[in-house]
Nanobody, 125 residues
Framework: VQLQASGGGLVKAGDSLSLSCVAS????????MGWFRQAPGKEREWVST????????YYADSMKGRFTISRDVAKNAVYLQMSSLKPEDTAVYYC???????????????????WGRGTQVTVSS
């Protein structure tokens, strides 16, 4: 397994939750990493990306200010800290590698070939 995500769960609106994704060293040292999510009946949408080299971060507009992506180089890990969670944040969250990025750029799931198993986040009202 090259990408291993964890940390999902059931929380209440307004709560915080942190997701983790541990990658193999070859993946972490070579590629950007990020998170997508997929709500029931909806397409998989991009959440955030981090350049694992310089730590530059990118966010979907709807996540800015509430979600924070970070990395731990020593652990080959990427984290997604989510705060002020809303019921509409309910989705399966997927860790991904080699996610295209750039200022103002919105990647789509079809551009990504390296995926971890999803982790369910459920936010109750």
């Amino acid at each position: 397994v090259q990408l291993q995500a964890s940390g999902g769960g059931l929380v209440k609106a307004g709560d915080s939750l942190s997701l983790s994704c541990v990658a193999s060293e070859s993946i972490f040292s070579t590629y950007s990493m990020g998170w997508f999510r997929q709500a029931p009946g909806k397409e998989r949408e991009w959440v955030s990306t981090i350049n694992t080299g310089d730590g530059a971060t990118y966010y979907a507009d709807s996540m800015k200010g509430r979600f924070t992506i970070s990395r731990d180089v020593a652990k080959n890990a990427v984290y997604l800290q989510m705060s002020s969670l809303k019921p509409e944040d309910t989705a399966v969250y997927y860790c991904a590698a080699d996610v295209p990025y750039g200022l103002g750029y919105v990647p789509v799931s079809e551009q990504v070939s390296k995926w971890g198993r999803g982790t369910q986040v459920t936010v109750s009202s």
